[in-house]
């Protein structure tokens, strides 16, 4: 059974641009959850998706944003990139929505992005 | 074996030794609770969970303890070994009316097992 697949793994882009992040959950989760990784601030809750609505949302501004198409795939977005968006972007996916998953999230292995 | 009262940030061990990794929660609402081991390159892994109507939850090599009372969680790891080398995060759910149902995640600690 194929794991959470993020792509793509290494991503370089320089301040100012966007950038699109694309998860596959495992198959028939319908639950996407998205996480930013950084040294100093750990894991901090991005946004779920559930059934291609944006059920719930972190602190992070705007600039931020995400979607989930039918088959259950999720995209997130930054745009006008900052230095600060350096970071180790997760993907997680459950069956349901988070309060019915006993075993939490699957997690992907990240896609690292690097601003310069 | 090794243990911390407190979460710091790095814990070395022996192999073969027990391992204790602390974490103390924020939430006293919280009732779903979940540890993850994150390898190098890797995202998080589940494993272990435990709901607050339980203190203590047993799985392979490893045990996980709940004091509600003082919002404090451990993992206890039997006989580490170096591929138990990562960083071990704690992580709450709120409970379903509490605002947010993401996973709040602790500070990491950082394991190493030497041989």
């Known amino acids: 059974k194929a794991g959470v697949t993020q792509t793509p793994r290494y991503l370089i882009k320089t301040r100012g641009q966007q950038v699109t992040l694309s998860c596959s959950p495992i198959?028939?989760?319908?639950?996407v959850s998205w996480y930013q990784q950084t040294p100093g601030q750990g894991l901090q809750f991005l946004f779920e998706?559930?059934?291609?609505?944006?059920?719930n949302k972190g602190n992070f501004p705007g600039r931020f944003s995400g979607r989930q198409f039918s088959n259950s795939r999720s995209e997130m977005n930054v745009s006008t990139l900052e230095l600060g968006d350096s970071a180790l972007y997760l993907c997680a996916s459950s069956l349901t929505a988070l309060r019915a998953a006993n075993y939490g999230y699957t997690f992907g292995s990240g896609t690292r992005l690097t601003v310069v | 074996g090794e243990s911390v009262g407190l979460h710091l940030p790095t814990l070395s061990v022996q192999e073969g030794d027990n391992s204790i990794i602390n974490c103390a929660y924020s939430?006293?609402?919280?009732?779903?609770f979940i540890w993850y081991k994150q390898e190098s390159g890797k995202g998080p892994q589940f494993i272990i969970d435990i709901r607050s109507n339980m203190d203590k939850r047993q799985g392979q090599r490893v045990t996980v303890l709940l004091n509600k009372t003082v919002k404090h969680l451990s993992l206890q790891i039997a006989a580490t070994q170096p591929g138990d080398s990562a960083v071990y995060f704690c992580a709450e759910y709120p409970r379903k009316d509490q605002a947010g149902t993401a996973l709040i995640f602790g500070k990491g600690t950082t394991l190493s097992v030497s041989s």
């Open positions: 939430n006293s609402a919280s009732d779903y």
């Open positions: 998706y559930f059934s291609e609505t944006q059920r």
């Open positions: 198959s028939g989760h319908r639950s």
